[in-house]
């Protein structure tokens, strides 16, 4: 019997593609970071990735991958074009694709999911979008973080706790917000610790433009303790993802997203 019509083992060609958003509207808080574990571990699993790099402020994702995409995100509505990017690699290459937007994004793609109709697309061609919120606990952020939930029910969200960027008491900020916990209870959004990492090193990794998972390669550096914590920080990182249900064992059962107003008829009732 021939082989050639049998898929590698770990090919991940039979899933539709995701458009992973990294996000959060606030410089400095480690979307790049976050990015660049979320394009590792796709890598560690045979995925095929477009990584995009809207942040030309601080180019990263440019920077340490060379198939990278670099895409500006502005307000300017003649420069909205710019975002569709996004989607044709994804509907038209078939290629799983992961963001890292920069500060103060949320406004110009807001308006590019209203004018160019993306998330109706996207259901109709089977493409599941993800936005991963990355913060460190400023409430600014987490307004901002409700008014996304609220305004696209259609995105998986998965808040995410930098935990390199505070300590874990200034995480109480969250009991300001009870919706944000009784979303996490009712499964309308997801929420995981991201590790901590040294700056010196990732200024390290930016300044040499490599991939952790290039530092973590043996071959890659003659530094062993070097290598050892990047291992050590990229299987924290590749844990933290595991616990999602965007990365179960079952990929495509991605938990069904309830609706805040049903979230809300809850919250009502229970009062």
Same mark, same amino acid.
């Given at each position: ?188 959004? *997801? ?41 050590? %920080?990229?299987?924290?990182? %590749? ?25 809300? *008829? ?6």
């Amino acid at each position: 019997m021939s082989s050639s019509t049998k898929k590698p083992a770990g090919s991940k060609s039979a899933e539709k593609p995701r458009i992973h958003l990294v996000s959060g509207d606030k410089g400095g808080t480690g979307k790049s970071v976050v990015s660049a574990m979320l394009v590792d571990y796709c890598r560690s699993k045979q995925q095929v990735i477009q990584p995009i790099d809207g942040d030309m402020t601080n180019p990263t994702l440019s920077g340490a991958y060379p198939d990278a995409i670099e895409m500006v995100v502005s307000d300017d509505r003649d420069m909205r074009s710019q975002l569709n990017t996004i989607f044709v690699s994804a509907q038209k290459e078939g290629k799983t694709v992961i963001v890292d937007l920069p500060a103060r994004s949320e406004s110009a793609l807001s308006a590019w999911f209203s004018e160019y109709n993306v998330l109706s697309l996207a259901e109709a061609q089977g493409i599941k979008f993800i936005k991963w919120w990355v913060t460190d606990g400023d409430p600014s952020t987490l307004d901002l973080f409700s008014k996304s939930v609220k305004g696209f029910p259609e995105i998986r969200h998965i808040f995410v706790k930098n935990m390199g960027l505070t300590k874990p008491v200034h995480w109480t900020v969250l009991e300001s917000w009870p919706e944000i916990g009784q979303w996490q209870q009712d499964g309308t959004i *997801e929420m995981i610790e991201f590790p901590w990492m040294d700056k010196l090193l990732i200024s390290r990794v930016r300044r040499a433009q490599q991939t952790f998972g290039e530092l973590a390669d043996a071959a890659a550096t003659d530094d062993i303790l070097t290598q050892g914590r990047v291992q050590g %920080f990229l299987r924290q990182g %590749f844990m933290a993802l595991e616990q999602t249900s965007v990365f179960s064992q079952e990929p495509d059962k991605i938990l069904a997203r309830k609706s805040v107003a049903s979230a809300s *008829e809850k919250e009502t009732v229970s009062k």
